[in-house]
Nanobody, 114 residues
Framework: VQLVESGGGLVQPGGSLRLSCAASGLTFSTFAMSWHRQAPGKERELVAYISSDGGSTLYAGSAKGRFAISRDNAKNSVYLQMNSLKPEDTAVYYC????????WGQGTQVTVSS
């Protein structure tokens, strides 16, 4: 199983980024997917979750109204659209696949700074 995140980078406050996570080696459409982040010195935290069929989503309070999770089961990919970014969104962002077992990607750095 391999999860590969992309789309991170440096963005100014108020800007937007779209993260992607490409999955391989698993039956993607049967896995719930989620995005998590870990800032320096802090624990990893859930940002957003999407069910296997995309019909259900869940957001952390800090992400509600600014971030949107989506998936394309035909492309074995999950996305995180992040708008109105703030410096406190700076972290390494990870995608995770869940179906009893859990699989993590290697992470992509997001830095929000002027």
């Amino acid at each position: 199983v391999q999860l590969v995140e992309s789309g991170g980078g440096l963005v100014q406050p108020g800007g937007s980024l779209r993260l992607s996570c490409a999955a391989s080696g698993l039956t993607f459409s049967t896995f719930a997917m989620s995005w998590h982040r870990q800032a320096p010195g802090k624990e990893r935290e859930l940002v957003a979750y999407i069910s296997s069929d995309g019909g259900s989503t869940l957001y952390a309070g800090s992400a509600k109204g600014r971030f949107a999770i989506s998936r394309d089961n035909a492309k074995n990919s999950v996305y995180l659209q992040m708008n109105s970014l703030k410096p406190e969104d700076t972290a390494v962002y990870y995608c995770r696949a869940d179906r009893g077992l859990r699989y993590w990607g290697q992470g992509t750095q997001v830095t929000v700074s002027s």
